[in-house]
């Protein structure tokens, strides 16, 4: 199973997706986090910001997803993920891709700003620390109009979020390895 992570940054992706690893490696069940910013670092080094560049780093996770996938790794797909025909892309090219979106308005991310990205993005233009493409504030998101999960992460704790996230986990994956149960249960 794939679980393709989307929102902004810091609204809670990489928080919620390791709490979820350390729940799920509890019962022995193996996770992998796939993290837009550590593949940036090294198989997607050459990528950018630039649609097509977050396009192709979204594919590029995917693939790997897609591979480890297939051993019966559940992976989670961590990155800000914000062009829909791309997260599309993903759930049509390969088996059981769930869709959640991790959200939270910009003005609580904005005080939570853990990385220090928003204050960077308000500056003004000509400021040499000024970030011209960060998702919501000055680069576009497009919200999933119908995701498979909706966490809200401005309106629940960490905690709640963890498990609201892990109970989806097990049902889809319940629904998956057993269809035929599923359908008549
Ligand atoms: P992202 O991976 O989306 O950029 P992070 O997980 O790195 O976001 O950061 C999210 C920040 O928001 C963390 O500091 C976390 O403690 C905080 N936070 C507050 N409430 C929540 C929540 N309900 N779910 C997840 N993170 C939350």
Do not use: W
């Not at 990528?47 to 996938?69: H, M, P, Q, T, W």
């Not at 797909?77 to 959200?103: C, G, M, Q």
């Not at 990385?115 to 576009?140: E, F, I, M, Q, S």
Request: proline letters at 5%; one cysteine or more; aromatic letters at 8%.
């Amino acid at each position: 199973m794939i679980i393709q992570l989307c929102g902004l940054s810091g609204a809670g992706k990489t928080t919620i997706a390791h709490n979820v690893k350390r729940k799920a490696l509890s019962y022995g069940t193996p996770v992998e986090i796939i993290d837009g910013d550590n593949y940036r670092a090294f198989l997607c080094k050459d990528l950018g910001f630039s649609k097509a560049d977050r396009c192709e780093n979204i594919r590029r996770l995917g693939f790997v997803a897609s591979r480890l996938s297939e051993h019966g790794i559940i992976c989670i797909i961590s990155a800000i993920n914000p062009y829909h025909a791309v997260r599309e892309e993903l759930s049509n090219a390969y088996a059981h891709v769930k869709t959640v979106f991790v959200d939270c308005p910009v003005h609580t991310l904005m005080e939570r700003d853990t990385k220090g990205l928003y204050k960077r993005a308000l500056l003004p233009d000509h400021h040499p620390d000024k970030l011209h493409n960060l998702t919501g504030v000055n680069d576009p998101f497009e919200v999933p109009i119908s995701p498979d999960l909706h966490l809200k992460t401005h309106e629940k704790t960490i905690a709640a979020c963890t498990n609201e996230l892990f109970s989806f986990i097990l049902q889809s994956f319940q629904t998956h390895t057993h269809p035929y149960q599923a359908v008549t249960a």
